[in-house]
T-cell receptor, first 113, second 111 residues
């Protein structure tokens, strides 16, 4: 069966520090991968998605970036965090195709001080 | 542009039936999905409607009317564990066929 791992679960970082969140998927090949951010009490905002290695589409221009160095690995990064980067970050995967459900990792709760 | 509207909060009694509505606006509609999210947890997929009508999965059903740009999630025989937030999400041409999410409906269940 397929599983998705996302870490760390919580992270407290100072303003201006770098960020690296990692997500890996097991049990499937060539998944679509997604990074979302969720503010408290709000819906999910799509940040990046990837349909293959090295293929990254950005939905929101900001100081975050994403990379997919391996088929089942998706990384969210920032060189300098802003206070507004605080939130709940979720990684998800799906099989390719328009009608496929997305499956989420447990999320990372990021607090910027 | 693309938008979704759903009630922010719904309250119901254990054992009852509750309906959570979702209206959407998008071009090139490619389906309405529903996800459940417990506090502090990750969303989990509940259902997907691409065509008009009712889809039933156990105690949960989802309905879609494309002509009305409207759908709903119906939860029957409510249990305390159903207390969660429920999100509708649509895919459409406006979002390059990626999911756009509603703000979520918090379902409060009273004994």
């Amino acid at each position: 069966s397929q599983t998705i791992h996302q870490w760390p679960a919580t992270l407290v970082q100072p303003v201006g520090s770098p960020l690296s969140l990692e997500c890996t998927v097991e049990g499937t090949s060539n998944p679509n991968l997604y990074w979302y951010r969720q503010a408290a009490g709000r819906g999910l905002q799509l940040l990046f998605y990837s349909v293959g290695i090295g293929q990254i589409s950005s939905e929101v221009p900001q100081n975050l970036s994403a990379s997919r160095p391996q088929d089942r690995q998706f990384i969210l990064s920032s060189k300098k965090l802003l206070l507004s980067d605080s939130g709940f970050y979720l990684c998800a995967w799906s099989v390719g195709g328009l009608y496929q459900p997305q499956h989420f990792g447990d999320g990372t709760r990021l607090s910027i001080l | 542009g693309q938008s979704l509207e759903q009630p922010s909060e719904v309250t119901a009694v254990e054992g009852a039936i509750v309906q959570i509505n979702c209206t959407y606006q998008t071009s090139g509609f490619y389906g309405l999905s529903w996800y459940q999210q417990h506090d502090g947890g990750a969303p989990t997929f509940l259902s997907y409607n691409a065509l008009d009508g009712l889809e039933e999965t156990g105690r949960f059903s989802s309905f879609l009317s494309r002509s009305d740009s409207y759908g709903y999630l119906l939860l029957q025989e409510l249990q305390m564990k159903d207390s969660a937030s429920y999100f509708c999400a649509v895919k459409g041409m406006d979002s390059n066929y990626q999911l756009i999410w509603g703000a979520g409906t918090k379902l409060i269940i009273k004994p």
